[in-house]
C-alpha cells in the first residue's frame, strides 16, 4: 500500500509513527523485564526460556527501532526534496518508457516490414515455380506426344518392313519352288 519506490503515498499518518514507536518502547520494556523474571523464576528451565524469550525480543526491538530510523530519515529527505524536481524527475522517467516504447515500436515494425518483404519474395518465387512447372509440363506433353508419334511411326515402319520381307520371302520361294520341282526329277 505505501511504496516507497515512487514516493506516491509514501507519506504514513502520524498516528502510525506513534503506533510503532510504542510498540518499540513495549518490546524494549519487555526485553528489559525478562532477564529480571528470569532470577525471580524458581526453576532454572523457566529462567533459561525468559532469558531466551529476552534476547529475541531484544532483538525484535532493535530492528524495528532502525527501521523506523530508516522510514524517519526517508521521509525527511522526502520532505526536503523540492516538489517541482520530485515531479521533473518523474516526467522524465515518463519521457524516457515513451522513449523506450517508441524505439521498441520502430524495432518492431522493421521486423513486420522484413517479414512482410519475405512474405512477398516467397509468394513471387511461388508464382514463377508454378509458372515454370507449367511449362515444364507444356514440354513434357509435346515431348510425349513426339515421343509417342515416333514410336508409332516407327512401328509402322517395321510393320511395313515386315510385310515386305514376308512378300520378298513369298516371291522368292515359288520360283525356288518352281526351281526345284524342274530340276529334281
Not at 49 to 69: C, D, E, K, Q, W
Not at 155 to 183: C, D, H, K, T, Y
Amino acid at each position: 500500500m505505501f511504496d516507497s519506490d515512487n514516493g506516491f503515498m509514501s507519506q504514513r499518518p502520524q498516528f502510525s509513527e506513534l503506533g510503532t514507536m510504542a510498540f518499540i518502547a513495549l518490546i524494549i520494556f519487555v526485553s528489559f523485564a525478562f532477564p529480571f523474571a528470569a532470577r525471580l523464576a524458581s526453576d532454572p528451565g523457566i529462567g533459561w526460556l525468559l532469558s531466551a524469550a529476552g534476547v529475541f525480543t531484544s532483538a525484535l526491538g532493535m530492528t524495528l527501532a532502525i527501521r523506523g530510523a530508516r522510514i524517519s530519515r526517508r521521509r525527511q529527505r522526502e520532505a526536503a526534496e523540492d516538489p517541482g524536481e520530485r515531479l521533473r524527475r518523474r516526467v522524465d522517467a515518463v519521457n524516457a518508457s515513451f522513449n523506450e516504447a517508441v524505439s521498441l515500436m520502430a524495432e518492431l515494425r522493421r521486423d513486420l516490414n522484413a517479414q512482410q518483404a519475405a512474405r512477398r519474395k516467397l509468394i513471387s518465387q511461388a508464382k514463377e515455380q508454378e509458372r515454370l512447372l507449367s511449362v515444364n509440363e507444356e514440354q513434357a506433353e509435346n515431348i510425349r506426344q513426339i515421343l509417342v508419334g515416333e514410336t508409332k511411326a516407327t512401328i509402322r515402319a517395321e510393320r511395313r518392313q515386315q510385310w515386305m520381307f514376308f512378300a520378298l520371302g513369298v516371291a522368292a520361294s515359288i520360283p525356288i519352288g518352281v526351281a526345284i520341282n524342274i530340276f529334281v526329277p
